[in-house]
């Protein structure tokens, strides 16, 4: 009666274990907010060759108005496996020193006569909005000849930042058509149409945006690869020893019945 009583306690302890475990692997495919696009950034920070494509993103792109305080160019040269040379030349365009942060040289009063406000740093952006959301809005900007800067965004509408990246995707136009929700009609998205190209195809443009994406989310938490390789091993070290626990048990109690 003992046994059986014990062999239903851990078979049940086993499940749980199991449970847990798909769950750690599988949520990251639920942890993108929604938005007009759902496309999914499919980003790995365990890719270093993108992470350095996505470091020379951020910098000749982002870094004139966006900083990331939080991050320092003599980690990045670490984590990135690249040499601290190589950061000097290629990266540092605003600093004097390795162990500076990601600052940038614009001033905030500028940046807000400028855009209407002080661009935000951009260290935790991905923690906070998630890739998949970055990657969808750096895809929606399209032309909106009523807004100052001459675009609109799908992801953030009325966003005072301009496309940026406009020479590379082109220029597109946002499509609605109208639809009943709740019992009145509004417009809905349904599609973009491409107005001009850019010098990148649109399979090209979204490798670019996911580089960049996914070096946002590696500063977000510089230890993110190794402490979700190292929650792996714990949980196939659970796991083992929960077998192992098992099989101790059966033999300790097989001859009690």
């Not at 942060?101 to 209407?116: K, L, S, V």
């Not at 301009?162 to 509004?186: D, I, M, W, Y």
């Not at 977000?220 to 659970?238: D, H, N, T």
Request: net charge neutral; proline share 5%.
């Amino acid at each position: 009666m003992v046994s059986k009583v014990m062999n239903r306690r851990l078979t049940s302890g086993l499940v749980a274990v199991t449970g847990l475990v798909a769950f750690l692997l599988l949520s990251p495919a639920f942890a993108s907010g929604g938005g007009a696009l759902s496309d999914v950034a499919n980003n790995d920070i365990s890719n270093i060759p993108s992470l350095q494509r996505g470091a020379g993103n951020f910098v000749n792109y982002c870094s004139g108005c966006h900083s990331a305080k939080y991050v320092r160019y003599n980690q990045l040269a670490r984590d990135l496996q690249m040499p601290e040379d190589q950061v000097v030349r290629n990266l540092m365009f605003a600093a004097a020193k390795p162990t500076e942060t990601m600052e940038i040289a614009m001033r905030p009063e500028d940046a807000q006569r400028w855009f209407g406000l002080v661009p935000p740093d951009l260290s935790l952006i991905a923690r906070s909005r998630g890739p998949d959301y970055l990657y969808n809005f750096l895809r929606s900007f399209y032309l909106d000849p009523s807004r100052t800067t001459g675009v609109n965004n799908l992801m953030l509408p009325g966003a005072s930042m301009p496309h940026v990246l406009a020479t590379l995707q082109g220029t597109q136009r946002a499509v609605f058509s109208e639809a009943e929700v709740n019992g009145t009609v509004q417009h809905v998205f349904d599609k973009f149409e491409q107005v001009s190209p850019g010098t990148m195809t649109p399979a090209e443009y979204d490798e670019f945006v996911r580089d960049t994406v996914n070096f946002l989310d590696y500063i977000g938490e510089p230890v993110k690869a190794k402490r979700q390789s190292l929650g792996i091993l714990v949980m196939a070290f659970l796991i083992v020893f929960l077998v192992l626990a098992y099989l101790l048990k059966r033999e300790i109690w097989r001859d009690v019945r």
